[in-house]
């Protein structure tokens, strides 16, 4: 069993419809986990999995939910059958009270579609255990950001963390003509304000996105699929040195982007030349 230094990820898992059509975010996925050491247990923050208060699950065997309606018939009968880690999930709930958050233990919540969806395209056996770990709209960046920081020790005993959620997140878009041939005109400059303050390790635009970021009301009317990026900043450990990656993974029907970023937490190495 792997205790190797993992990275913590962040990964837009699109429509549930990503499960059946998994496109270029599936490639990207099965790419990343044949690069990453084998995890002992993954802690998923998932956006679809919202409450007041911090929440960690501690099923044994947590529920595969589909928690949406109106699909094919073909993904409700789709279940990932990975077990549960109770006693990681202690842990977690140990570490967060800790760092003077509050949290409860919820013995039955199991894996929305924000985790299994893409889980399944990362770990398709479903042979690692799952800790299911929910986000707190209310809260805002800066909580989401200090809940990451809290488990963020767990990355040097072999857990991946993962938030999920969508780097843009518009559905009053569903009907608006976007597609293959047509972009939403603030994907681009909101994914690409993203990834330079992300690069640049500039924590206090990032936190502001609200005011700072170009179309920021347009990309995300409410916070909850962002959220879960900055449990993965958070997660990364440094306040200094994020050690973001972009992986570009598309734009899903036009105005889902489909980015997935890995954060090291160590700054990339800079050449030097010597004098002569």
């Known amino acids: 069993m792997s205790t190797a230094r993992l990275p913590s990820l962040f990964i837009s898992h699109g429509s549930p419809m990503t499960a059946l059509q998994p496109g270029q975010v599936g490639v990207q996925l099965a790419q990343l ?10 802690v998923i923050a998932s956006a679809h999995w919202l409450a007041l208060q911090p929440s960690v699950g501690a099923a044994e065997q947590p529920e595969t939910i589909h928690d949406f309606g109106g699909f094919p018939q073909a993904l409700f009968d789709i279940q990932y059958p990975a077990v549960g880690d109770p006693e990681l999930a202690a842990q977690v709930a140990d570490l967060l009270k800790a760092s003077g958050l509050s949290v409860q233990v919820d013995a039955h919540y199991g894996l929305d579609h924000g985790a299994w969806v893409p889980l399944r395209l990362l770990y398709p056996e479903a042979d690692i255990p799952v800790v299911p770990l929910s986000i707190q709209p209310r809260l805002g960046p800066a909580h989401q950001l200090a809940m990451g920081r809290a488990l963020a020790s767990l990355r040097d005993e072999g857990v991946l963390l993962i938030g999920s959620g969508s780097i843009t997140h518009n559905l009053h878009d569903w009907r608006a003509g976007y597609g293959d041939g047509r972009e939403a005109p603030y994907v681009r400059p909101f994914i690409e304000w993203f990834e330079a303050k992300l690069l640049a390790n500039d924590m206090d635009a990032l936190l502001d996105y609200r005011r700072q970021a170009p179309f920021a009301q347009q990309a995300h009317p ?50 030097t030349l010597k004098a002569a």
Request: zero cysteines; hydrophobic letters at 55%.
């Open 33 to 42: 986990a044949r690069t990453l050491p084998k995890p002992r247990a993954i």
């Open 222 to 271: 409410t916070d909850e699929h962002l959220l879960p990026l900055f449990f993965a900043m958070g997660a990364a450990g440094s306040a200094d040195a994020l050690g973001a990656q972009r992986l570009d993974a598309g734009v899903d029907m036009g105005f889902l982007a489909m980015d997935i970023y890995q954060f090291s937490g160590v700054a990339p190495a800079v050449a």
